[in-house]
């Protein structure tokens, strides 16, 4: 059930409008989608690793433009105790971090606020496509308004989706494949947490000197 | 062979002298007289006195025949080239072997050929030897001063020192007898000659004491040079020692405040020791946290989860199905009104169970009810609560180890400093170079010898040779003053005979000197005029052959040169009556034999036998 919120959540913050109403009157209330299975998960996998996604605004920080925003941002992590607190570790699964969002889509679905659309011929699915329904984000603003316990996947959400901004889906696949850890994770056993490494990283940084002037 | 004169070629003479006055006589002069003494004096002496240059590259053999002791002797000088002689000196046989041995060359009969071909210097040195070995005489040695000088130096006077009282010294000359113009030489020769007891041994003592006496005294006078050197060394060395031993107070002064290292070393072990102990205390300390920490953390997530899944419960199950979520199938109404009515699920339409757990109607309120028991739950917080106390518990030991080990090593981290600095530090080393300077100079000090006064130190040797030199000399005095007391005597009654008028007596001293007092005037021997001191030299010398003949103990040889005694301030009449007395002597003394030379004719006549003038008139020459 957890994961329902965390999903919705996500799907809340990475929708995209729609430009024109779908026909199906099942989506005739759908206010966003989310495009591709893929894309869904790895959003996922970023809010559920808070360890990889202080690493990877260390990437962009060093590889970027060098924006001392990122690196606030991983030290908030980091200096945290959220890669501790807020790890669900997933399993790997073939290509990349998978978990069945079925279960959770399923909730989600049969409350009427998510609903998922298949393409492709049966046996040949090519993509999923996530559609958020009016009943969906109201439902987010009223948990935000009833349980503030669970802010926290709201603007991990946003933080993940904004990091992903511009970016495909198969290129966040990459981006993840390129963590040692996580490529060296045998097929099926859950990827290793990287938060010592992430946190030594930051540690050097610091010492560097190259961020004295940020947090 | 006569060269470069009147008359040049070879020639031959032959004289004998006999017993009393031997004249030679020639009316110029350069006519051969002197040669014949100097010849003689070259034969006998061992080297000529003042032969003439000129006269010495004619001879080619020169023989000297005499007797000593008795003993017939020969020395035959021979020069092939006229310029270098060569000496053999023949004794023993008699007069006769003698001649034909040197005429043959080789020795006959009781001939002893004593040196054969010695050269001009160590014939002097051979027939010096000979003759004080034959007379008993010893090396005069005197104690020479330098002039203007303390110091000076031992002389060795040998035979032709004494030779000096045989061949009388020049009319002109003021020296009483010998060639050396030296105080008390001439005392000395008389006395020997006269074999005053232990005379020889007290002057050789004598020098010894000089020479023992200036060794010290130069040796003193070193030592103490050298001790002033020292004690100015001395004085310096101690103030440098004072110097290093004042910086060597205030170092330590200095270090005082500083601990010794060895106290720091000891606390430096131990702090290590507590180091050791204090790390492995924060290490366990750290992992208890650590472990205290997942702890509270897992608990953490599990309420977290526990608290998330109940309101993913409240906000999900509450609602009422609209799709079923496995066909997507739209749950209508009918299905709403079989589960409100027949309690069958309208999305599967199994039976609903009737408990609480599932409560259909005020869902709401239900929901917010169970979120705030998962919130506050008495147990989950409980359990969180103990886990965070534990943690903090835990973080505060770890803390406070953590203070402790960094407290330690701040100490050890300061005992290392402080060890290392006081090991190494300048102090220390200056301290070390200060120390080293200090012991050599204590070693310079330590070298140099302790100041004993050694100035004006005299000797055992010194004090015993002084006492000896006491005892000769008290015996020799004694023993000399009787000797001049009839020596005076003896001269001043020969020199009223010689023809010295108004002489009323002669005072011969220790010292050399002979006071003379004539007409109750004394004065001193250089004072009186030629004439007197060649009478005197004579009546001295004639003095000595009879007191040595009465006492039995004289060793003078009884021979006396006299060159030309009349050419100085000596009235031919004067020079008779010398020459009268002397050969008078003979009687008295058999053994006398007086050799002289004269220009006057007249002089000898009637005092000299007429065998014994050898005679050259006019320009006529001796050979």
């Known amino acids: ?215 | 062979m006569k060269e470069n004169i009147s008359s040049p070629g070879p020639f031959e003479a032959d004289f004998s002298f006999g017993s009393g006055v031997t004249a030679l006589v020639t009316e110029s002069n350069l006519k051969g007289k002197s040669t014949v003494l100097e010849l003689i004096t070259w034969a006998l002496r061992g080297s000529p006195r003042r032969l003439r240059t000129d006269v010495k590259p004619w001879l080619r053999n020169v023989t000297v025949e005499y007797d000593l002791n008795s003993v017939p002797m020969a020395v035959k000088l021979e020069s092939k080239d006229g310029r270098t002689f060569a000496a053999t000196v023949i004794s023993g046989g008699s007069n006769e072997e003698i001649e034909e041995s040197l005429v043959q060359g080789q020795m006959i009969g009781g001939c002893r050929l004593l040196a054969r071909d010695l050269n001009e210097v160590d014939f002097a040195e051979f027939q010096s030897a000979l003759m004080l070995d034959r007379f008993g005489l010893q090396p005069i040695t005197n104690w020479q001063k330098f002039p203007k000088s303390s110091e000076g130096r031992p002389q060795v006077h040998k035979w032709p020192t004494y030779f000096g009282a045989i061949y009388l010294p020049d009319a002109g000359s003021d020296v009483l007898l010998g060639d050396i113009a030296m105080a008390g030489l001439p005392a000395r020769i008389l006395q020997l000659f006269c074999d005053v007891p232990l005379l020889s041994d007290e002057i050789r003592t004598k020098v010894l004491l000089n020479q023992i006496s200036q060794d010290e005294r130069n040796t003193s006078r070193r030592e103490t040079e050298d001790a002033e050197v020292l004690v100015s060394r001395l004085a310096d060395l101690q103030s440098q020692k004072a110097a290093y031993q004042a910086s060597l107070d205030s170092i330590d002064k200095e270090a005082s405040s500083g601990r010794s290292i060895a106290a720091i070393e000891g606390e430096l072990r131990t702090a290590e020791r507590r180091y050791v102990a204090a790390a492995a205390g924060a290490r366990e300390l750290n992992q208890i946290l650590a472990e205290a920490r997942a702890d509270r953390q897992a608990e953490q997530r599990r309420s977290t989860d526990i608290l998330e899944s109940e309101i993913a419960a409240l906000l999900f199950q509450g609602l009422s199905p609209k799709h079923c979520p496995r066909c997507e199938g739209s749950i209508d109404s009918r299905r709403i009104a079989i589960e409100q009515d027949e309690h069958k699920c309208a999305v599967c339409t199994s039976a609903l169970p009737l408990s609480e757990d599932h409560p259909a109607i005020d869902a709401e309120d239900e929901v917010e009810a169970t979120v705030e028991d998962a919130d506050g739950g008495d147990e989950a917080v409980t359990a969180l609560d103990a886990l965070l106390t534990a943690e903090v518990a835990a973080e505060a030991a770890a803390a406070e180890a953590s203070s402790v080990l960094q407290e330690v090593e701040d100490l050890l981290t300061r005992l290392t400093a402080e060890f290392a600095h006081a090991s190494q530090s300048r102090t220390t080393a200056k301290r070390r170079d200060t120390e080293l300077a200090l012991a050599r100079i204590e070693g310079a000090i330590s070298s140099i010898p302790s100041g004993k006064d050694s100035s004006t130190r005299t000797s055992d040797t010194t004090s015993v040779l002084k006492a000896t030199v006491k005892v000769l000399e008290d015996g020799t005095r004694e023993a000399a003053n009787a000797m001049f007391v009839e020596l005076n005597e003896e001269v001043a009654k020969l020199g009223r005979s010689f023809g010295i008028k108004n002489l009323d007596s002669v005072e011969l001293n220790r010292s050399g000197g002979l006071k003379v007092t004539t007409a109750g005037v004394p004065d001193t021997f250089g004072n009186t005029s030629g004439g007197e001191r060649v009478r005197l030299r004579v009546a001295l010398l004639v003095a000595l052959l009879r007191i040595g003949a009465i006492r039995g103990n004289g060793t003078h040889p009884g021979l006396i040169l006299l060159d030309s005694p009349g050419s100085h301030e000596l009235k031919t009449e004067d020079e008779r009556t010398l020459l009268r007395e002397l050969n008078r002597l003979q009687r008295e003394l058999p053994g006398l034999q007086v050799i002289i030379t004269t220009a006057k004719p007249d002089a000898v006549r009637d005092a000299v036998a007429e065998d014994q003038i050898y005679l050259a008139t006019g320009d006529g020459t001796l050979w």
């Open chain 1, 1 to 215: 059930m957890q994961d329902a919120i965390r999903i919705l959540m996500l799907l809340d913050a990475a929708a995209e409008p729609l430009a024109e109403a779908p026909t199906e009157p099942a989506l005739s209330t759908a206010v966003g989608v989310v495009r591709t299975q893929i894309r869904l998960q790895k959003l996922d996998f970023w809010v559920r690793n808070p360890d990889y996604l202080a690493n990877e605004l260390l990437n962009d920080f060093e590889n970027g433009d060098r924006d001392p925003t990122l690196l606030m941002l991983a030290e908030q992590i980091l200096d945290s105790e959220e890669p501790e607190l807020r790890r669900y570790p997933m399993l790997r699964y073939l290509f990349g971090a998978y978990e069945q969002l079925d279960d959770a889509l399923a909730i989600l679905r049969q409350a009427d606020l998510v609903v998922r659309r298949l393409r492709g011929a049966p046996g040949h699915i090519t993509q999923h496509d996530y559609y958020l329904l009016e009943q969906g984000r109201a439902k987010v603003s009223e948990t935000a308004q009833k349980y503030p316990a669970l802010d926290w996947y709201s603007a991990r959400s946003k933080l993940v989706v904004a990091l992903a901004d511009g970016i495909g889906a198969t290129q966040l696949k990459d981006r993840q494949y390129l963590q040692e850890e996580y490529l060296n994770t045998p097929h099926g056993f859950r990827i290793p947490s990287i938060t010592d490494r992430a946190r030594n990283r930051l540690s050097d940084l610091r010492l560097d000197g190259t961020i004295k002037d940020v947090g």
